[in-house]
């Protein structure tokens, strides 16, 4: 479960182009981090995503790859030219294929291969139809899904939801968020050539006047119990409430909100319907990864957590430089995976109640944020020595202050609560 929004320049504070998105998978899937970058491929070389090979391509670009650390391809991403894709697991009435490409990897294709929003999109449905969306998604438990998507550029956005081979795409005007359920419904800019037909001959609408995408392909039973209708009006509502203010804090915020019905009890309950999701139900996932993206012409600045549950976690910014103090290639995965297994640990000492003052831990996280963001926003835009400067004094902060509160807490007595699923979920 997962969810993923963008405002558009025309509603922004500053004119720039806002992405966030939450990862939600399943607690102990190691959400890493990955840079890999612009290469160049030999005629009639072949890729192996996730479950099949396809043909490669002449050039793959720059990417930034936010990703479970098990799968080809990534829950979100950017690449060089500042296009942003992140995908959301929907339910619908077409079959689930066993083997094909998995949305995570046609997000990772279409970065490496597109400039733009709308060369993405065009992509991803060139995709669909040459290859069969499916595999397994799940990590210690099988999981089928299909696929929608939120593409961004710097200048413009488009979502793009898929049943099977078919599929709706709408072009965002202002501000668009998507969840875990199709919800392009009367109104789209593209669609597949038989999309109502074919909804037509399965009797899901009676004619082309009755045809609603949403409602015709829904598996509705899944999309319910997802709790994806309430995070998806929640995050669009407040997108729409602070149309020409939006900026990252409000960004943050929201992918750190929780459903009212968990205030001071997100520790030991999960809810499906927060868009900061914490595990430990009979169903359900967990969000493990966090990112905030700032596009513009003259600079794209990303900010990542590379940790689990943004609530308790820190953005730091990052951007598609050459800098030692972020190495995480596809040669130094172990390490990728290190960094994310240890915010994981301290997020476990937060559930088992070992810190002894939580209050000062976000206190000084939110103070950290707080100066990175007041440096970059001082900084000459596209500057990159200022670049470098802020990222080794962000990245060297946040790790210090992680591996301190980890040293002074760990010989605290664990106290778990919560339901007995939830506390063996996190025992």
Known sequence: MCDTM????????????????NSDRQPREAHIIVRIPR??????????????????????????????????????????????????AVFTLEKYAKIGLTGMDMVRLSLERCQTSLEALEFMVSLLQEYEQGGNCGYEKPFYYHNSFLI???????????????????RVRDVRSISNRLSIGKSFDRAHPNLIQHAIERKWCKSE?????????????????????YRQTFSQSLLEKNRGEIDLGLMKSILR??????????????CLKSICMHGGG???????GSYVASLSPEQCTYWVTGSPTP????FKPLWLIDSEDIPFTERDLDKAQTFWEQRDQLYRMIVAQQLADLDSYLEARDKLEEEWEGMVQKMEKGNPEDMKAIMKIAWAQEKKLVEQVIQENQKNPPHLQGSPIFRRCWK
């Open 209 to 229: 006047k009755d045809f609603d995408f949403a409602r015709c392909y829904s598996d509705t039973i899944y999309s319910h119990f997802s709790g994806s209708k």
């Open 39 to 88: 290469q160049e491929h030999q005629s009639g070389e072949k890729v192996k995503c996730t479950y099949i090979e396809i043909d490669q391509s002449p050039v793959t670009y720059e990417v930034l790859l936010l990703k479970p650390a098990w799968t080809w391809g990534c829950e979100m991403g950017s690449n060089e030219y500042g296009l942003n894709i992140g995908n959301e």
């Open 311 to 314: 609530c308790t976690s820190i």
């Open 6 to 21: 963008v405002a558009l320049g025309n509603t922004s504070s500053d004119g720039s182009v806002l992405f966030a998105k």
């Open 282 to 288: 009979i169903i359900g996932d967990h969000t493990t």
């Open 257 to 270: 909100s929780h459903h009212p019905s968990l205030e001071g009890k997100q520790f030991r309950r999960p």
């Open 152 to 170: 961004a550029d710097p200048e413009s956005a488009w979502v793009l939801e898929t049943a099977g081979e078919y599929w709706a795409a709408e």
